[in-house]
């Protein structure tokens, strides 16, 4: 040691101490090292895995729930109640293929059973009908009988493995019950039960899924160690994968390095002492180190500041007593305030939050040590209000809350948007009065009042549009609105419901007599002259009335009963009133009439479908065609679906009418020279009346169209009433792999709520507002706000109702995504449509 260190000297002497005490912590900070990387590679291998067994669970509880969905619409079936019982129907279940070769053709099922206490009431092994009993093939018969009779309290079915033939499989197994039908009821309690085999081709196959490589099944006392392994309940077998060992890998990788290292440093303590006399320019160079840092910093600085001046939202700073101590250039660039007079001014002057205090919000994060948003308003230097949102994060230092640090955002342009989309749900784009949305909600609310709903449809409106033009009716339009809305008090309501009909609700109404009068100078009132267009024009109006004291019900009945009235009116020489009564029923009894002869009809095969196609916004390419139904109707020739499609909802129909566009749709989709999507309207009566989720996964699988070309079609009104509902169904359908589309965006009660709810996929907006576009600027901003929220969301926007070549180029300035309307194309039949894509597909542009 002394050769290596040269003499003796004072210098020598602590040279060798320093180097002695340094070697030694270097060698307790190697073995800590060396137990440290252990360790994280001990972590990184159970890691692994954790993650490998978490996928594979996954994979697992994904087959379990496809089997049991699968099973459960075999088990909960009338048909198979009535036909599987002791003695079971063969020739029904086997022979006619209901429960038969099939399910073990097409869908793999090595088993087919139906099991009761005594015994086994008929199985198929192999897709051969055999008379050998389930326990033949695995003695578990018991425990999978009692398992489906306990699930059968939640409704659902049993599964979980079990030893057939002496191979492991999976079991699904459910009692066989009408739907529908209480479990109490039930006359017997026969069980079905599906094996699938564990084999290779299904491992391969959930491996794949789950990510997992050489997925196998090994008996529980043979699994390697070096595998990942899942055991399998109530079978001796494990599921097993091969797994990486990032930890071990580590350390294979990393000792010799590490040795090799070790020695090398060894060596250099004994050089340290030889170069300890150039400490001093080493610490030359910390100093030149700590230079360019600090000239980092600086520019890091500067980079801020930059950074702060050209964002657009503005920064602002407080102390611990929320005062504020720094506002960003941007500051009074958009408030127009001298940022200089707001320093030291406490925070909840500058902001006010209706719903709550800035500072206890702010006192809270400091406390939570958390980052938050508010939504406030301040004042700018016009006095004009401005709503915001504040981002803010306390400054921590020490565990002691030094301030408070954040942006403003202002979003008063989002929330005018936000407001007049709202104001456009609800009301009548054109005249400003509540629509069809508004006047059901009002019913609703005033429904423990007397009430008189008034239907009035205009006399003689038609020939002022043939001969003046569509603004000379418009502007007769919004002269009846205003002129209703003088002869009513404040606590009644006008609605236009369309076209030239408005409803009148009077809350109150009084007498008869009363009523009468009202009536007679409302007619009389329509009847005075107009001024439009330098021309005076003269309407009349025939109105149906209804008192809800003698005809109670909800809205839809009173709108009923007073278009009957109107009705009646109408064929009284117009220009006067009718109350409605149980003799004008008659309507109705033709409207049932048209029911029976629909229902009859659909499976005659006497609707028809067309498509309206859906382009991209460059008007040539087709994106998508959207399926309407038409019926030819043998004694009133070929009917639009206004006509029946409202009909169809009263009643179950609308079931079966859209069961038959949803497959008719779906098969003749398969047969388009585009791969493009076909959109199909999905009715809100279909969603209470019917398992929306099982009829689509039914038109799928028996038309073979691929899940990712259906699109539905839905309006809010799906989400009404049952929202928790609409929100699993929604789910469910996403699940199956179709697309989602909000239809008539911008003209429900809550549009955006849903959206943010619901698992849409694309939003189309409604045509009264694509039919303003060039002449109405606030409806071209209600557009605009539309289209960018669809792109905030990633979902496609399009646009309904395109007329023009005006609209279409605006729509394009606007990069909407997606358009239609008759401009484009107006529906065509099914050979059309192949016709118009098969053009499309051989002149598309290089």
């Known amino acids: 040691m002394e050769a290596a260190f040269g003499n003796d000297s ?32 001990v972590s990184l291998d159970q890691r692994e895995l954790e993650q490998s067994q978490f996928h594979a669970n996954a994979a697992l509880a994904q087959l379990h729930k496809a089997e049991r969905a699968y099973l459960w619409t075999h088990a909960s079936w009338q048909a198979a109640y009535d036909h599987l019982a002791r003695p079971a129907d063969r020739q029904w279940a086997f022979d006619e293929g209901n429960v038969g070769a099939t399910l073990y053709s097409d869908d793999g099922y090595a088993g087919v059973f139906v099991l009761d206490d005594q015994g086994t009431l008929y199985a198929i092994v192999q897709g051969r009908l055999t008379d050998l009993g389930f326990d033949h093939f695995s003695p578990e018969g018991h425990r999978i009988l009692q398992q489906a009779r306990q699930a059968m309290a939640q409704k659902q079915p049993a599964s979980g493995y079990v030893m057939f033939a002496g191979q492991p499989a999976v079991f ?24 699938r085999l564990i084999e290779a081709d299904l491992l391969s196959q959930m491996g794949k899924t789950a990510g997992l490589t050489d997925l196998a099944i090994a008996a529980s ?8 392994h899942l055991r399998l309940q109530g079978v001796p077998y494990r599921l097993t994968w091969r797994m990486d060992q990032p930890g071990s890998d580590l350390l294979q990788t990393v000792f010799t ?7 090398i440093i060894l060596a250099l303590m004994v050089l340290l002492a030889r170069y300890a006399m150039r400490t001093s320019a080493d610490i030359d160079r910390s100093y030149h180190q700590l230079a360019i840092s600090k000239r980092a910093l600086e520019a890091s600085e500067a980079r801020f500041k930059a950074v702060a001046e050209a964002a657009s939202d503005w920064i602002w700073e407080t102390d611990a007593q929320q005062h504020l101590i720094y506002l960003s250039p941007r500051f009074t660039e958009l408030t127009g305030h001298d940022a200089e007079l707001w320093l030291n001014q406490p925070i909840c002057t500058l902001f006010d939050c209706e719903t709550g205090h800035v500072e206890t919000w702010l006192h809270s994060l400091g406390a939570s040590e958390s980052t938050g948003t508010l939504r406030c308003h301040y004042l700018d230097k016009a006095g004009q209000r401005r709503e915001c949102r504040i981002a803010a994060r306390a400054i921590i230092e020490h565990k002691i809350c030094k301030g408070f640090r954040g942006t403003c955002t202002d979003i008063t342009d989002e929330v005018a948007a936000h407001a007049r989309i709202q104001h456009l749900s609800q009301h009548d784009a054109l005249t400003g009065l509540p629509n069809r949305n508004k006047l059901f909600r ?35 339009l919004m002269e009846v609105a205003t002129r209703l809305g003088q002869m009513t008090r404040s606590s009644d309501l006008v609605a236009r419901l369309g076209g030239d009909e408005f409803v009148i609700v009077l809350i109150a109404p009084g007498t008869r007599d009363e009523l009468d009068r009202f009536c007679a100078r409302l007619i009389d009132t329509l009847k005075q002259p107009m001024a439009v267009e330098h021309h005076k024009v003269q309407i ?20 009923r009963y007073a278009d009957v009235a109107l009705y009646g009116a109408k064929q009284s020489g117009k220009n006067t009133w009718r109350y409605f009564s149980t003799q004008m029923s008659a309507a109705l009894l033709e409207k049932r009439v048209l029911e029976q002869e629909l229902r009859e009809g659909i499976p ?22 959207e399926a309407l139904v038409r019926w030819q109707h043998p004694r009133l020739g070929l009917l639009m679906p206004d006509e029946f499609v409202g009909l169809a909802e009263e009643s179950d129909v609308i079931v079966l009418l859209g069961n038959w566009v949803l497959q008719e749709a779906c098969k003749e989709a398969g047969a388009w020279p585009l791969d493009v999507l076909v959109s199909v309207n999905m009715s809100p009566a279909q969603f209470s009346r019917s398992d929306v989720v099982r009829d689509v996964a039914e038109a799928l699988r028996t038309t073979g169209l691929p899940a990712h070309r259906l699109e539905l079609e839905i309006t809010e009104n799906v989400m009404l009433n049952d929202v928790e ?16 589309n909000m239809d008539d965006f911008g003209t429900g009660y809550s549009s955006l709520g849903y959206l943010r709810t619901y698992p849409f996929d694309s939003i189309k907006i409604d045509r009264r507002f694509v039919q303003s576009l060039g002449k109405s600027s606030s409806d071209r901003s209600v557009v605009q706000a539309i289209i960018s929220l669809g792109n905030a969301m990633g979902m496609t926007v399009t646009a309904e109702g395109v007329e023009t070549a005006e609209q279409l180029a605006l729509l394009s300035d606007d990069q909407c995504h997606e358009v239609q309307g008759y401009w484009l194309s107006r529906p065509v039949d099914n050979q059309a449509l192949i016709s118009l894509m098969a053009s499309a597909a051989t002149h598309t542009p290089d």
């Open 725 to 740: 509902g609409a929100l699993q169904t929604m789910n469910a359908l996403k699940e199956l792999g179709v697309r989602l």
């Open 540 to 559: 009349g109006a025939s109105l149906g009335v209804v008192i809800s004291d003698d005809y109670p019900g909800g809205p839809s009945d009173l709108i």
């Open 442 to 476: 009002f019913l609703e609310d005033s429904a423990k009042v007397s009430r008189a709903v008034l239907m009035l449809d205009l006399d003689n409106f038609k020939p002022i549009n043939d001969s003046l033009g569509h603004p000379a009716g418009d502007a007769v």
């Open 257 to 263: 390095p590490l040795a090799v290292a070790l020695l």
């Open 221 to 228: 006392d043979n699994a390697a160690d070096d595998m990942g």
């Open 172 to 195: 699904t197994s459910a009692v066989i019950r009408p739907p529908g039908l209480a479990d109490s009821l039930a006359k017997h309690h026969s069980v079905m039960v599906f094996i």
């Open 604 to 625: 005659r095969g006497e609707l028809r479908l067309h498509f309206q196609p859906r382009f991209k916004v460059d008007g040539v390419t087709i994106a998508s065609a």
């Open 10 to 41: 004072p210098r020598s002497r602590m040279v060798r101490r320093l180097v002695l005490a340094f070697s030694g912590l270097l060698l307790l900070a190697m073995i800590l090292g060396l137990v440290s990387l252990y360790r994280i590679a």
